[in-house]
């Protein structure tokens, strides 16, 4: 485990997380699913010291890859926690807390009888939507067609969300300060193109 381990891990077995205490401050607070190899995890937050940043990531490997890109000068508002993120979120974050979700390249699980494993379902969206402040976005991104459709499909379902944009799939990077991650970088190389899409909550 690396030194900085004890510094950005959060313990969410027991107590939901307190953001002024782990933090410091009661900054805005955003969060990330899926981290991966912590590319936006470690570069956004630079662009925004002001705001409070918790990235999620199931992987054990890849909150290593995420720690060896941060540490605690550079970084005092992110921290990380590492376990699966699903409905069960509202079990770790309060109730009207989170002022921005990003989900950048969901694993899109393309075969039929793995669907039920995606994120971005009805269940999920409802607990997200009550861990969100009104009016908070998320940003959702992927390169996988079928699974960008099924995305848009499910938050325009939602009655907790709409889409800031009147065509909810937008080809350019949403925010002026857009990170390439790693997973991105990737599919670019092979010649996929993401879909950018951005939803608030009502
Ligand atoms: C396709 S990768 C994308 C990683 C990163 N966002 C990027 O763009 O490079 C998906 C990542 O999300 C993580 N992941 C998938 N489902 C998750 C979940 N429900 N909760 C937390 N992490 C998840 C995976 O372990 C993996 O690191």
Redesign the pocket.
Known sequence: MLSDAPFFLLDTAEDPIDPVKVFGNDNPLYI??????G??ISGYPLYHPEWNFIG????GK?ISNCLKKLNPEKHPNVRLVE????SRIIEILRSESVSGAFI????PWPKKKHHKRR?IQQDFLKSLSQILLPGAFVQV?TDHEEYANWIVDEFLQSPFFQSIYDNPMQEQPILDEHVV????REQLRLGYKPNYMLFRKI
């Open positions: 990330e699913v899926g981290s991966g190899k590319e936006f999620f990531e199931v992987r890849r376990r699966l993120v699903d950048q390249h969901p694993d994120l991104s991650t790693w997973f991105e």
